[in-house]
């Protein structure tokens, strides 16, 4: 039973309406451009071993996709965890291709006759069983046995290693499933009650907690450098203006009441998760206070204090909104 589907990694979103908003010279687009073929190739591999974990989608398993959760001050993320009566099932995708040469020490891929080092999954498979144990402990939770998987998605991968610990945590995504057998099937004692288990998956969507990718710490871009104003859904410049309570472009001539939207969105997303009225007016180019608060107002946002102190917080289903709005302009690609 799936209780936290997967997501599109939110930097790849972000970074799609992070190039919409920057100049076409900025210097950081090419590096902008091949994270988003990175993450998407990252999560890729991880719906593919989704695909391969389906036959344990069923009423005595609870699925978390990409669950994301506190540890001290900081987070972890585990690409796949599945919770049972009698074991917990932690389990990180890597979409490398080529030749995989893994040991204690290292990790690395030859492809094209070039050789490139990259995170051991091994060592983070184990750092995130060690996290999960500690969040376990933390919640006053059972401790269920934890079994951790290193899965290598792409078909192209060879895996080089003569490490038989490594080997055993460490496979292919289609011998996944024999994989995880092979580690469950000595364990028949049902551990948790029914009751149990909704308890931890409670505590854990409670404690999930998404990342915000902030501009300027991920590509030390200010706000400053983006491109202000409503963006013309017809021939997308960004320079539409309100006009008897319509967004009007002077290019194309187009007009939607609704065209400022998806900028209020790229705001939410790029800048920062508030906005006041004069900050909505410097962005979309309004000099009225009460044509501001109208607009504001007509979104149904969740909002802090009263009058002019009034601070408008992001929807509440901003996540599924980006989300949605990123799959629609994708499409038209």
């Not at 890597?94 to 094209?112: M, V």
């Not at 400022?260 to 309004?286: C, M, S």
């Not at 599924?320 to 990123?326: D, G, H, N, T, V």
Request: proline letters at 6%; charged letters at 20%.
């Amino acid at each position: 039973m799936i209780l936290l589907p997967r997501s599109i990694p939110l930097i790849v979103p972000f970074n799609h309406a992070l190039i919409q908003r920057l100049p076409q010279s900025h210097p950081k687009l090419p590096i902008i451009e091949k994270d988003i073929r990175t993450f998407m190739a990252g999560y890729r591999g991880e719906v593919n071993t989704d695909y391969h974990l389906e036959f344990l989608n069923d009423n005595h398993h609870y699925v978390f996709q990409g669950i994301r959760l506190p540890h001290g001050t900081n987070f972890f993320q585990i690409d796949h965890l599945l919770i049972c009566s009698k074991y917990i099932l932690q389990i990180e995708t890597k979409n490398h291709r080529g030749e995989l040469t893994i040991s204690e020490e290292q990790f690395s891929q030859t492809s094209n006759n070039s050789e490139k080092g990259y995170t051991n999954p091994y060592h983070q498979t184990m750092q995130h069983k060690d996290q999960l144990y500690d969040w376990l402990e933390a919640h006053g939770l059972p401790k269920l046995p934890i079994i951790s998987l290193a899965v290598l998605s792409h078909p192209s991968a060879i895996i080089k290693s003569t490490d038989s610990t490594i080997l055993q945590h460490l496979c292919k995504v289609d011998n996944l499933k024999n994989k995880i057998l092979t580690h469950t099937n000595h364990l028949s004692e049902r551990i948790c009650s029914e009751k149990e288990l909704k308890r931890i998956s409670n505590f854990l969507l409670k404690d999930h907690t998404p990342h915000f990718p902030d501009l300027q710490t991920t590509y030390g871009i200010l706000p400053s450098e983006l491109v202000h104003k409503v963006r013309c859904p017809n021939c997308t410049c960004f320079q539409m203006a309100r006009k008897d309570r319509v967004w009007v472009c002077p290019h194309c001539f187009y007009h939607s009441k609704t065209a400022y939207h998806d900028a209020l969105l790229d705001y939410f997303l790029l800048i920062k998760p508030t906005i006041t009225n004069r900050e909505f007016r410097d962005f979309f180019g309004i000099d009225n206070i009460k044509t501001a608060t109208y607009l504001l107002s007509s979104q149904d946002l969740p909002s802090t204090g009263i009058k002019k102190g009034r601070v408008y917080l992001r929807p509440i289903d901003f996540l599924a909104q980006i989300e949605e709005r990123y799959l629609r302009q994708t499409s038209k690609q």
